[in-house]
């Protein structure tokens, strides 16, 4: 990573602009500095005060990847060497649990990085559901993982998705704020005082039969959020078996994350990535229309 010292960066140490410009921890601070991986171009020793216009560079190391490899769908929609978004498919776990421990996501991307000779340490900075398909933003290293889950970039990231919900809605968008927090039977969230503040935007795109696609933004990430306000309004997700009842048309809950946006750490660019819907939840759209 190289950063050029800035007017308003004039006087500081090295280890005050690494800490305080570039987010970077004591720990890694005195890890990268240890292995010499913290240079300043043009000088032999760092000691005194940094100029504008000097350039920093810093090096990361891979981490080892202890997942092994293993082939399955992946559809990339964005990747560099620091980060990559990828379009999961439904009935894929994010990574292994107690009960599942093979063909889960990172495996997929263990072996796609391990054809490309790439070992790094892999770091989710959003998650889905088994059942729930879409946009997945991944951190290559460490630094670039704590720097997209601060407060601040939480805040700052977009995250969309599409769902069909049971009935029709008579205002065309909404905002729904109800705390979500976890229920007795360990199971299942809901609408609690005892959750945490929620604030999920919707608004529709088209109804169908008594059915209605919206589009929804989550200003929160509490677990099941959409899947929980949609049920306590009275418009479940169409598919959800645990929040609704069974229904043969679908195989999983209509849920897809459809998009993705964020400031990236490195280059400063605000990247805006579309997740396109699964081929299922199309074909289930379609069969709708034509009925």
Known sequence: MKYIVKAEDQGMTLE??????????NRLYRKLKKASKIRIEGRVEDRRALVAGEVVRITFDYEKNT???????????????DLLVVNKDPFVVVHPTRNILKDTLIN???????????????????????????????????????????????????????????GRF????????LPVGPLEDGLRQGVTSRGKPALTGYRV?????DYTLLTLRLYTGRTHQIRVHMAHIGHPVAG????DHEDPLFKRQ???????????????????LAAPLKSDLKAVLQQLKEE
């Open 205 to 209: 795109l088209e109804s169908c039969r």
């Open 16 to 25: 005050e602009l690494v800490k305080d410009r570039l987010d970077i921890s």
């Open 67 to 81: 997942f092994p490899g293993q082939a399955g769908p992946l559809e990339i929609l964005y990747e560099d060497e």
């Open 254 to 272: 209509f849920l897809h994350a459809s998009k993705i946006g964020f400031i990236h750490p490195v280059t400063g660019e605000y990247l805006d």
């Open 108 to 166: 997929h991307l263990s072996e796609y990085l391990y054809q490309k000779q790439e070992f790094c340490k892999l770091r989710f900075v959003s998650r889905l559901d088994r059942d729930t398909s879409g946009a997945i933003l991944v951190a290559k290293n460490s630094w670039i993982h704590h720097r997209l889950t601060t407060p601040a970039a939480s805040e700052a990231m977009v995250k969309d998705y599409i769902a069909l919900v049971r």
């Open 170 to 177: 008579a205002a065309s968008e909404g905002l729904v704020e």
């Open 240 to 243: 959800d078996t645990l929040y």
